[in-house]
């Protein structure tokens, strides 16, 4: 089995308070964007917390998926790492876009054992106002 993968750590801010506050919708946006990478779902678990928050995982068979919200802040925190070679990026985008996420820090790390002659870790910042996006990459290692 290939050792290799993508991990995305990422930080978006100034998203939907509501939607950040809704388990369900999370967990339905997350199981949508697992089945369009057509990966296998193991087991999901969301809690809501109160007054406000939700934090979220989906196990999926090459990693997971996770979310942990704070509507009070507009933010949320994403955590996707699978080992395999599908494009993510397509759909971070649009869970980006459906959190209504004004800017995100997307942190993207190759991992596993054939990474030598790769970029480790890319920082991409990505601003969204109204239909204008702009992405900006930065190198680190």
């Given at each position: 089995?290939?050792?290799?993968g993508?991990?995305?750590?990422?930080?978006?801010?100034?998203?939907q308070?509501?939607?950040?506050?809704?388990?369900?919708?999370?967990?339905?946006?997350?199981?949508?964007?697992?089945?369009?990478?057509?990966?296998?779902?193991?087991?999901?678990?969301?809690?809501?917390?109160?007054?406000?928050?939700?934090?979220g995982?989906?196990?999926?068979?090459?990693?997971?998926?996770?979310?942990?919200?704070?509507?009070?802040?507009?933010?949320?925190?994403?955590?996707?790492?699978?080992?395999?070679?599908?494009?993510?990026?397509?759909?971070l985008?649009?869970?980006?876009?459906?959190?209504?996420?004004?800017?995100?820090?997307?942190?993207?790390?190759?991992?596993?054992?054939?990474?030598?002659?790769?970029?480790t870790?890319?920082?991409?910042?990505l601003?969204v106002?109204g239909?204008?996006?702009?992405?900006?990459?930065?190198?680190?290692?």
């Amino acid at each position: 089995m290939d050792t290799n993968g993508q991990h995305f750590v990422i930080d978006a801010f100034e998203c939907q308070n509501d939607m950040l506050n809704n388990a369900k919708e999370l967990e339905d946006l997350l199981t949508r964007a697992i089945n369009q990478l057509e990966m296998e779902i193991l087991s999901s678990h969301f809690h809501s917390f109160f007054p406000q928050g939700v934090t979220g995982i989906i196990g999926i068979s090459t990693s997971h998926f996770s979310i942990h919200t704070w509507p009070e802040h507009g933010y949320a925190a994403l955590d996707i790492y699978t080992c395999g070679d599908q494009n993510i990026w397509p759909v971070l985008r649009e869970i980006l876009l459906i959190l209504q996420a004004g800017r995100s820090d997307v942190y993207e790390i190759c991992r596993g054992e054939n990474i030598n002659n790769n970029v480790t870790l890319r920082k991409f910042t990505l601003t969204v106002n109204g239909t204008n996006e702009e992405i900006i990459e930065s190198n680190v290692f």
